[in-house]
């Protein structure tokens, strides 16, 4: 659709100067109008000149600016402040190139009557299906500044976590670098040219077996390099075209709960957002129905979504709640006899807080338990990789010191 750059003035009679995009010119004059403003002057917008300081080839919209656009646009939802002018000003406040860029496109897609979530769709690179889920929810119960909080939270939470995860994996990485740079002058230069000094010292000396293993691996690899490539290539893309499948894509999300620990944690935040989002939508008065359907997409893993969708049939069927969770399993028994409580009590909204705090408590405990145990993993494979290294460059040494004496 063509981009028109707009006169304009509102009820007031101040004057109102924009762009937005639109299918026509009757199409924007409508569009405006239904915003109190009428159109005075119209022209294509004519595309601007190119600042080449401006120009950033790697640079992306990372979680930090998601979290400051979000928490700004929530505070513009929460104050009444109007959507269009209040990403303006949003706009107006951020100085890296791209994230401006996105912004102005949501601010242009709104003024062209796209909702807030039809026009953050548009950018699907910066605005994942979660994201956008949240959003849609937060505007089918009306309280969209209340979304937009919660994602606020839950990308704060997400930045903290990866910090916490770089912070515990810095030292192991840099440890592997080295190691890995140690393996390959062993392993492609040095025990190669030891070896061949040392069987030709005499044909009778055989090979230690730590180094027997090293050079048949050695040699393994850089025989294959190339087939072992092409294999993992294009097994890679085998695997990202059956994940872009309906199938795929279950089987993976499946998969994932089964790694272990990390499906745990995984298995946990699935659930943590369920009650907070259910919880939400049977505050602000929807049926039972209607909020498990609009929870399906929050869930996050396409396996626990379809069970979830199971339950929604039951629901839909006549049957409880607690009853339609227990018969598709999947769900833990704490959730269900939570709920179930709820349904007898009509405490629904603080049975599903306290889900909500349960499986909180319990996704810092999993997060605990990986970050203490992942230093001993790392230091042990780390540890064995180097042993052997050393028993396969030193006794071949030692026995051939033994054989010149």
Known sequence: MPEFAYTAVDGGGRRVDGSAIAESETALTEALRAQGQFLVRLRAAEPGTIDLSQIRVLERVNRRDLIFFTSQLSTVLATGVNLVEGLKNIEDQIEKVVVKRVVASVRRNIESGLSLSDALAKHPKVFNDMYLNIVRAGEAMG??????????????????????????????????????????????????????????????????????????????????????????????????????????????SRLSLRIPILGELRRKLAFSRFAHFFGAFHEAG?????????????????????????????????????????LVGDFPPVVIQMI??????????????????YFDREIERTVQRVSTLFGPIMLLLLASVFALMALAFYLPLFNMLRAVR
């Open 143 to 252: 309280r969209a500044d209340r979304a937009l909080e919660d994602l606020v939270k839950q990308l704060e939470w997400q930045d903290a976590l990866v910090a916490r995860v770089k912070e515990i994996t810095t030292y192991p990485v840099i440890v592997i670098v080295l190691l890995i740079a140690l393996v390959t002058v062993l392993v492609g230069f040095t025990i190669p040219r030891f070896v061949r000094v040392y069987q030709g010292l005499s044909a009778q000396l055989q090979l230690p077996l730590p180094t027997r293993i090293v050079l048949g691996v050695a040699t393994f690899f850089t025989t294959y390099w190339l087939v072992l490539l092409l294999a993992v290539a294009a097994g890679l893309i085998a695997l990202q075209l059956h994940w872009q499948t309906d199938t795929g894509a279950l089987t993976m």
């Open 286 to 326: 929807l049926e039972v129905a209607p909020s498990m359907a609009l929870t399906e997409n929050l869930i996050g893993n396409r396996y626990l979504a379809r069970q979830f969708h199971r339950a929604v049939e039951r629901v839909m069927a006549g049957e409880s709640m607690s009853r339609s969770l227990r």
């Open 340 to 357: 179930a409580l709820g349904e007898r009590t009509g405490q629904m909204k603080r049975a599903l807080e306290d889900v909500r705090l």
